[in-house]
């Protein structure tokens, strides 16, 4: 019978390689299940949002294809443009005139507006969502209910 003898190193190697094959999969499926896990930003694409901004309150409108369209003082307009990575949402309005950077937190927008004067401003806009009630049943300071019987 022949017995080989394994030197002192390759000994340990092999009684430490189950311990490391253990360390490295319990990081590879842990960080596999932290990335999953994690929320993705949705797109804004077909979404409204409104808020108050330089000249007042702008409405937006972020239309699929990446087409901005936006509304304030009273003037529509339909000459923007959006793009979107991640949870950084950008745009811009009329060829460049102004330019936005901002992170999408939930049914919040905040970042930075620029324009081709030189102005800077931040910026802060909300997800327009409509109210579910009907024109009997609205109540400002209370949740809709039913519209009441006839």
């Not at 509304?71 to 009329?94: C, H, I, K, P």
Request: hydrophobic share 30%; proline share 5%.
């Amino acid at each position: 019978m022949h017995r080989t003898v394994l030197a002192s190193g390759e000994a340990k190697m092999r009684r430490l390689s189950p311990i490391f094959l253990t360390i490295v999969l319990t990081f590879v499926t842990g960080s596999y299940y932290r990335v999953r896990g994690q929320t993705e930003t949705p797109s804004v694409e077909g979404t409204k949002w409104v808020g108050p901004d330089f000249e007042g309150v702008t409405n937006f409108y972020f239309e699929k294809g990446g087409v901005l369209s936006y509304s304030y003082n009273g003037n529509s307009y339909r000459n923007g443009t959006w793009w979107q990575d991640a949870d950084v949402l950008n745009f811009e309005m009329n060829e460049n005139y102004r330019v936005f950077q901002g992170k999408i937190e939930g049914d919040v927008v905040s970042g930075d507006s620029k324009n081709v004067t030189g102005k800077e401003w931040k910026t802060t806009f909300y997800r327009y969502k409509r109210p579910n009630c009907d024109g009997h049943s609205f109540n400002i300071s209370a949740t809709c209910g039913p519209p009441p019987p006839k």
